[in-house]
């Protein structure tokens, strides 16, 4: 399983249809972050730490234009890096305007399970080309334009959603592409809630993200995720019920946020 907001979207992607009320998008940013934002996970089970993940924010240049550069990296640590080692690094390039991912790629190793993948956006011919460059294939698959990747998805939801006009049981739908496939991603609002963290009591947005059940999760609304509601809107708590036990992400460390954390007690 991967870690954090990224790592857990790419085992809960779904091709199933929506229902329900859609919430609003806006194209204009609502400016959430800045070059040099830093957040940290640990994910645990139970009171044992199974990983860290990290979201980091840098600013790059494709074709002499200044863009931002996320990169998403997920690893195992202590027992069970013995037992099952895992090592997951995530780019994305993304224009600083619209959140729309320019160049993606990813670079994996689970427990001896290799990927290592390049994929390019051409937006004017709507295909996504992709390269894996272990078996130095490259194919090229039909996207819509406003597709996201697994990393941009993040930073698209917290700059081009609006909260304001958010109602309890609206969805969220977002075009997912990932592994050379196009995915109808959805959440539901579930309302506020305060959740206690290392830092303080956060108020946050609470969602339930649609995933498909099997081996690995108890049933199709067994993730919950909490957003922090402020101006950053950043990702306080994840936790997925499994088939045993349960698996939860917590906000470990930050910096470089752009706006002022909300605490609401220390």
């Known amino acids: 399983m991967f870690f954090c907001f990224v790592f857990f979207l790419s085992n809960f992607l779904s091709a199933q249809d929506s229902v329900g009320n859609s919430a609003p998008f806006v194209s204009s940013s609502y400016d ?3 070059k040099g934002e830093f957040m940290k996970y640990r994910i645990h089970y139970g009171v044992f730490n199974a990983s860290y993940a990290t979201l980091g924010l840098q600013e790059a240049s494709i074709d002499s234009i200044k863009v931002y550069k996320a990169i998403a990296i997920g690893r195992t640590t202590g027992l069970a ?3 099952f080692k895992v090592e997951d690094v995530y780019e ?5 305007s619209l959140v ?3 160049k993606s790629t990813r670079n994996v190793y689970e427990g001896g399970y290799t990927k290592d993948i390049e994929i390019q956006y051409d937006y004017i011919n709507s295909q996504a080309i992709v390269k894996d460059l272990e078996k130095n294939e490259t194919n090229k698959v039909s996207i819509s334009n406003n597709i996201q990747d697994l990393v941009s998805t993040f930073y698209y939801l917290r700059n081009h959603f609006d909260v ?3 109602k309890i049981n609206d969805f969220i739908r977002i075009t997912m592409f990932f592994d050379a496939e196009n995915y109808n991603f959805r959440m539901k609002f579930l309302g ?3 959740i206690k963290t290392k830092f303080g009591v956060v108020n946050c947005l609470k969602f339930r993200p649609t995933i498909e059940s099997g081996r690995v999760f108890k ?7 909490w957003i922090s509601n402020d101006e950053n809107k950043i990702p306080i708590k994840i936790k997925a019920g499994l088939k045993i036990g349960s698996i939860e992400a917590d906000l470990e460390q930050f910096k470089g946020l752009k706006h002022p954390f909300k605490i609401k007690i220390k």
Do not use: A, C, G, H
Not at 92 to 96: C, E
Not at 219 to 225: C, F, G, I, R
């Open 32 to 34: 959430s972050y800045k």
């Open 81 to 83: 890096r013995l037992f």
């Open 92 to 96: 994305t390039y993304f224009s600083k």
């Open 100 to 102: 729309q991912p320019i």
């Open 164 to 166: 304001k006009k958010l």
């Open 192 to 194: 506020l809630q305060d």
């Open 219 to 225: 049933d199709n609304e067994s993730l919950t995720l």
